[in-house]
């Protein structure tokens, strides 16, 4: 059954309208469809506070890319695929907070072999020598999350980028400074 709110105007009204700046339109639009939105994004996610960030992130996402709605009366289909494709995208955000950071790694590599201020100025070269092959953007945004301990919304706020792309370039920046550091760590064994 499709939702339907006082007003009663159909979804493709209400489209036309807010794709011309009517704001009163597109609120209608989110609270016809919150409820739902909602449902898609529990059912993707099952944790709340997740489902709610990926609605929220979804209405903004649906009003920045209205104009991409081909068909206006189906809104409510084009708002949905929108939700699941979100809650995707936060499901593999938190596996990817999951793993650990490059902070964690650095300090448990120094514990697992301690071989004093030589073993650590020789990690610390390495890291450095890393962390030179990543763009600057993802050499600030692996830099003030992992070391500092930004989150990612500030980090976004910080650098004027998407949060979106923040955990994009995190994510790439922590996958390349693994494989240099492991490829470093390897070398030293060899040598050795």
């Known amino acids: 059954m499709r939702p339907v709110d ?3 105007e159909t979804d ?22 919150l409820k739902t939105a909602y449902a898609v994004a529990l059912a993707e996610l099952g944790d709340q506070r997740d489902a709610e960030d990926a609605v929220q992130d979804s209405f903004i996402t649906a009003l920045e890319r209205l104009d991409d709605c081909r068909d206006p009366a189906a809104f409510a289909g084009w708002l949905r695929r929108i939700v699941r494709n979100r809650a995707r995208s936060v ?48 050499r600030r945004v692996v830099l003030m999350h992992d070391l500092e301990g930004y989150r990612h919304r500030e980090i976004a706020v910080e ?28 070398r030293g064994h060899d040598d050795g």
């Open 12 to 33: 493709a009204r209400l489209v036309r309208r807010a794709r011309e700046g009517d704001r009163d339109a597109y609120e209608r639009l989110v609270r016809r469809y």
């Open 6 to 8: 006082v007003g009663g």
């Open 159 to 186: 650098l004027d980028i998407p949060e979106g792309t923040v955990r994009s370039h995190l994510f790439f920046a922590r996958r390349a400074l693994r494989t240099q550091l492991g490829d470093a760590g390897h």
């Open 91 to 138: 499901r593999r955000r938190e596996r990817v907070r999951e793993t650990e950071s490059l902070a964690s790694a650095i300090s448990a590599s120094s514990k697992r072999d301690p071989g004093g201020d030589l073993e650590r100025s020789e990690i610390r070269r390495q890291l450095e020598t890393a962390l030179r092959t990543l763009t600057e953007v993802q």
